[in-house]
């Protein structure tokens, strides 16, 4: 074998091991990070007799994934490395939402839109913010979590009442988990008013039952 040759052949191999370093199962794999229903509200909400149905919510390109999204300036859009959710964003609010509602105990049923359940309103949301930034030089990011809700009644398909729910908390400390505490404090606020406005809004008040 000419050196020539074998040069070629070393530099074949280096370029097929980097290539390899690339491919799916490669290297670290991300820590995966869950957040949890919200199950305290105010206990003189009104329990209701109608069935709910709460569609995925829509999301942007950016948002819409299972990589947890950070915001170093206004017009970027970046992730936590080796950080994941346990699902797609909008499929993990979806989850927490329909779980925080069963956890309110004010309601006769509520569940996803692949169910066979007979719903009286649907809850349509767009998740129109959910990252953490870095707004303030030295300091934990803060996290951004703002939701739209439409309340449509069935089977007219009528919207009754439209709430946008829009907090935001800061970290403790800049680690990772802190940051996720603060995304599971910020989107739990949210939730919580989705939920309380959602049983009280009007032209849902003629179907409640008596605590």
Known sequence: MTVPFMRLALVAALALVTASCGLPGGGEPPQLYTLTPKSTFEPSLPRV???????????????????????????????????????????????????????????????????????????????????????????????????????????DRTIIANLTADRVGRAEKPDMENIILAFDETLGKVMKQIVEWALVAPGTTGRPTRN
Do not use: C
């Not at 970046?78 to 979806?94: C, E, G, H």
């Not at 925080?100 to 105990?105: A, I, L, Q, T, Y």
């Not at 809850?123 to 934990?140: C, N």
């Open 49 to 155: 007799d109608w069935q709910l149905v709460i569609e995925r919510p829509v999301a942007s390109a950016g948002i819409n994934t299972q990589r947890i999204a950070v915001q170093r300036s206004p017009v970027t859009l970046d992730y936590f490395a080796r950080a994941s959710w346990t699902d797609q964003a909008p499929a993990l609010v979806q989850t927490l939402l329909i779980e925080s509602f069963e956890n309110s105990g004010k309601i006769r049923a509520v569940t996803r839109e692949s169910s066979q359940l007979r719903a009286d309103y649907i809850l349509q949301t767009e998740l129109r913010e959910f990252q953490a930034e870095y707004d303030k030089l030295g300091q934990p990011p803060q996290v951004h979590v703002r939701l739209n809700g439409k309340l449509i009644r069935m089977p």
